[in-house]
């Protein structure tokens, strides 16, 4: 299958990429930045620019649509920034997608529920998104979803869990607190720690878009996160039991998304999706790149 | 009062700029073609450019923002521009509000809900858009409340009900009613006609914006639209009984927005609101209009 990764030189794409291209898929990369991995074709453009995104689209299968401003401090500091580039670059994917004939699996979040009314959150719980970030991924969604009904191209919208992995930004929880505790500092607890997250393997979100490209469902969104869930006390019990340090407990941090249950039921049964990696494991192997990259 | 009004030269923009003229305030339009009204100083500038909104709003009071592609065609035609004008502009316009220290009423839609779970739908129904259009203002609205809790911009939305009054644009169901009623054409009914709206007059909206300026109340949504339910068939039987011709029945149209009754409480609590205008009696002065203007 020839695929094209939107957002390949972020710490997800490029995981995707990585992965399409170890499961045997023609792969093309799409970013800002050329991708740091040699494996596949990288084309350098802007998600804003119709006319590149239509251009890099053509003669593709599929198009994994990770492109984003992911970061959300940055979608706070710059809300209309993640507007353009979440929702104007997703509608551009659509419309793409639409001339080139391709499916689109696009990269949502679970933050587009916000609080919950029920746990396990299933897809149909209401979306109630309250933050740059996950308001415009999840417009970045709909808009897809409404091309897949309107337009018919085929479109699978994946809610992914709080990702975690090799390469992740300097400041995501997993990165400050290994980084932090390997150079002897203290790692703050924002809030009291209580907060739980299905941290999904960045491998297993890979599978997802692998299997998500291959299958004939669309028109649909689906959870992809790990069934575990781990607290921000129980992962920085964790790391400082590998690096011994202190633990200080700091405020919450206003904006901060309470923890919710979401189920991955519906892609276990539609796509055969499993988060494979179980948490400790990943945690280890986390542990052990950030040591080799020092 | 001193109100911008972005969106000025559009139908409900320019009900809103005059009704705000007529109540006492200073006003200001901002948008991409002058204002035909030259009751106030008209600028003339684009959403998309964060320096010219944050520019045109500076010493006003309170933002009334309803400049968008508020053509539901349009928005389906060109995604990609609705997403731009709809949520990167009402990004702008949160940003030009926090540097004013101004208030913002939006202008969102009862579109928002979707197929309705309940009914009368209140403020506390699930958003569940399916169309570029109501995908778009919704995340506009989101953005601008997200403002409201992180940046302490004061923001009311208003979910307006189907917008009807003089200056309406030609593919409205109105006015394609009136204009082949008058002509002697046929009027074609998509459906059963038996899809209902709460038709709520453009001066009514106005005075929903005025309240929404001078109140206290704000980070909140307000559904804004008449009580009435009428009927598409009911309309053209209205109309066919002022300028008789033949009415027929056609297919209906993939992405009608299904009918739903909408309640306007909260905001005949919060500002004291209500639809002033009787269905029949706002629909005669409409037809005096139209037929003036021929």
Not at 70 to 90: K, R, W
Request: net charge negative; hydrophobic share 40%.
């Amino acid at each position: 299958m020839r695929v094209l990764v939107t957002g390949a030189a972020g710490f997800l794409g490029a995981h995707v990429a990585r992965y399409l291209v170890g499961a045997g898929h023609e792969v093309k990369g799409f970013d800002t930045a050329p991708s740091p991995d040699s494996a596949y074709e990288s084309v350098i453009g802007d998600l804003l620019e119709t006319e590149s995104v239509i251009s890099v689209a053509e003669g593709v299968d599929a198009v994994c649509h990770l492109g984003a401003i992911g970061d959300v401090y940055l979608a706070a500091e710059q809300p209309q920034l993640a507007a353009a580039v979440n929702v104007v670059g997703s509608s551009n994917v659509a419309i793409a997608a639409a001339e080139a004939g391709a499916k689109v699996v696009y990269a949502s979040t679970w933050e587009v529920y916000g609080e919950p009314k029920y746990e396990p959150i299933d897809e149909g719980h209401p979306t109630n998104p309250d933050h740059p970030y996950n308001i415009t991924k999840l417009a970045g969604e709909q808009l897809l979803l409404a091309a897949d009904r309107l337009q018919g191209v085929p479109v699978t919208a994946l809610r992914l869990g709080t990702a975690c992995g090799g390469g992740l930004r300097p400041n995501s929880v997993f990165r400050i607190f290994i980084d932090r505790a390997r150079a002897g500092e203290p790692i703050t607890i924002q809030g009291d720690g209580s907060q739980g997250r299905q941290f999904t393997y960045a491998a297993d979100i890979a599978s997802a878009f692998e299997l998500a490209c291959g299958s004939d469902s669309h028109g649909i969104a689906m959870n992809i996160v790990a069934p575990e869930t781990i607290s921000i006390k129980e992962l920085a019990e964790l790391v400082v039991h590998r690096y011994p340090t202190e633990l200080t407990f700091g405020e919450a941090r206003p904006g901060d998304v309470p923890p919710a249950m979401v189920s991955p039921a519906l892609a276990e049964k539609t796509l055969g999706w499993h988060a494979g990696t179980p948490f400790t494991v990943g945690l280890e192997h986390l542990l052990e790149d950030e040591s080799d990259s020092s």
